[in-house]
């Protein structure tokens, strides 16, 4: 674990349990990465819903992130430590909203997150600078989430023969 983190985490409160996206985002290499595997469950589950109910969780997901980053920043006393995953896990729920889940969707839609989350592409590389708070937190990831799903539904039109 990282030294900065020393006594600070509480992996038994429900934020930190959440904000470090049930653990996977205390893995000491690409916690951002870990953070969207960890979603993927979630993903899948969520898959079996009406698309209403899915747009449902993702709202949820979004306003509850805002306060579960916030908190958890503020406690580790730093803002969006690397750790803080729930960002991600919000964002992959954006990503797969009204997708029909499949092996090659689930791993189009985790590339396409995780590249424009690592990439962050204007306006999301201007937003994780000058946004902070848990609001700050989530919005680059929903920004990187909403053109990924772009890029999904995309090549669902344009090549369904390829996730049948």
């Known amino acids: 674990m990282d030294k900065q983190l020393l006594g600070k985490v509480n992996i038994i409160h429900p ?17 951002g990465t ?4 960890a979603a993927l469950p979630l993903v899948y589950g969520a898959s079996f ?12 997901s979004l306003a509850i ?14 803002h969006d430590h690397g750790s803080i ?6 964002g992959m729920l954006i990503v797969f909203v009204a997708v029909p889940i499949s092996w090659q ?12 989350d690592i990439w962050k ?7 994780d600078k000058h946004v902070h708070g848990g609001f700050g937190i989530m919005i680059d990831d929903v920004i990187a989430a909403l053109f990924a799903a772009v890029g999904l539904h995309s090549s669902l039109f344009l090549m369904p023969a390829v996730f049948n």
């Open 49 to 60: 819903l009406p698309i209403i109910w899915q747009i449902v969780l993702v709202s949820f």
């Open 85 to 90: 995953v729930w960002d991600e896990i919000a």
């Open 15 to 31: 934020a930190h349990f959440l904000g470090f996206g049930f653990g996977s985002g205390l893995i000491p290499f690409m916690p």
């Open 121 to 127: 592409p204007w306006p999301i590389s201007f937003l």
């Open 105 to 116: 969707t689930l791993v189009l839609g985790f590339i396409l997150f995780r590249v424009f």
């Open 65 to 78: 992130g805002i306060l579960i980053c916030d908190k958890v920043s503020k406690d580790l006393g730093v």
């Open 34 to 37: 870990m953070g969207s595997l």
